[in-house]
């Protein structure tokens, strides 16, 4: 998708949301469909929300940085009937035992960005503190 031109781009997505929607695996669909987006090193500043791309701008734009891909992987979600009635928040929080920088979508009781891995936020490591927390406005 990511090499396409602007209007099939959004076509192919339209497309990958509604194959969400039946997906058995929705959550490792999305992150395995934005690790394939052409990377960046830094796009957007995770730390201020008012410059953060829409999803449509963010799929004009096709620079995906990590928090880029989250904020794909986040809208991705949001943009299906399956989980547009979920609590999506996006934190950025810091391991305190390395000073390494995660950025994280929560959804329910499931984190996606920690070590590239799906987990439950029961098995989110305590040395990650968040710093940052987004309560993401639901989408139409």
Known sequence: MFNKDYETRVSLWRQFREDLELSKTPL?????????????????DPWDDT???????LVYEN?????CKLLGICYSLQLTERF??????????????NTE????????????????????????????VS????TMPALQ
């Open 28 to 44: 490792q669909d999305v992150v395995n469909f934005y690790e394939t987006a052409p990377t960046v090193s830094i796009h957007t």
């Open 51 to 57: 410059t953060w791309p829409d999803p449509w701008e």
């Open 63 to 67: 620079q995906y940085c990590g928090f």
């Open 84 to 97: 547009n009635q979920k609590k999506f928040e996006i934190h950025i929080g810091i391991d305190h035992t």
């Open 101 to 128: 920088t995660y950025y994280l979508l929560f959804i329910d009781d499931q984190v996606i960005g920690y070590n590239d891995e799906i987990i439950s936020n029961e098995n989110l490591p305590s040395t990650i």
């Open 131 to 134: 710093h940052k927390t987004y």
